[in-house]
């Protein structure tokens, strides 16, 4: 069984920085693509970054020059500078595995203050 144990969420004044930290265990040949989606009461949750096996990456528009993900072996980690107010949010760590499977982080929750 896969788990995925993040950390590194909290209170920042905006304009501040958090790092955001995932390690995956568990049974795991490979991993495909990592990433950190986030979600709000009441929305949808939404992609704020994915990294590819080969490293390649994207961004959500609203996140781009601001966080920046990167993986090394099984963690991921999502570093996000110049917090805004509109980053609050339940932040969770996601991979795929092979075949077609997702494994989902149980979500930490990030706080920007104005």
């Known amino acids: 069984q896969v788990q995925l144990v993040e950390s590194g969420g909290g209170l920042v004044q905006a304009g501040g920085s958090l790092r955001l930290s995932c390690a995956a265990s568990?049974?795991?040949?490979?991993?495909?693509?990592m990433g950190w989606y986030r979600q709000v009461p009441g929305k949808e949750r939404e992609l704020v970054a994915r990294?590819?096996?080969?490293?390649a990456r994207n961004y959500a528009d609203s996140v781009q020059g601001r966080f920046t993900i990167s993986r090394v072996g099984r963690t991921v980690d999502l570093l996000m500078k110049n917090l805004k107010p509109e980053d609050t949010a339940v932040y969770y760590c996601?991979?795929?595995?092979?075949?077609?499977?997702?494994?989902w982080g149980q979500g930490t929750p990030v706080t920007v203050s104005s």
């Open positions: 996601w991979i795929a595995v092979p075949t077609n499977v997702e494994v």
């Open positions: 568990g049974s795991i040949f490979s991993i495909n693509d």
């Open positions: 990294i590819s096996s080969n490293g």
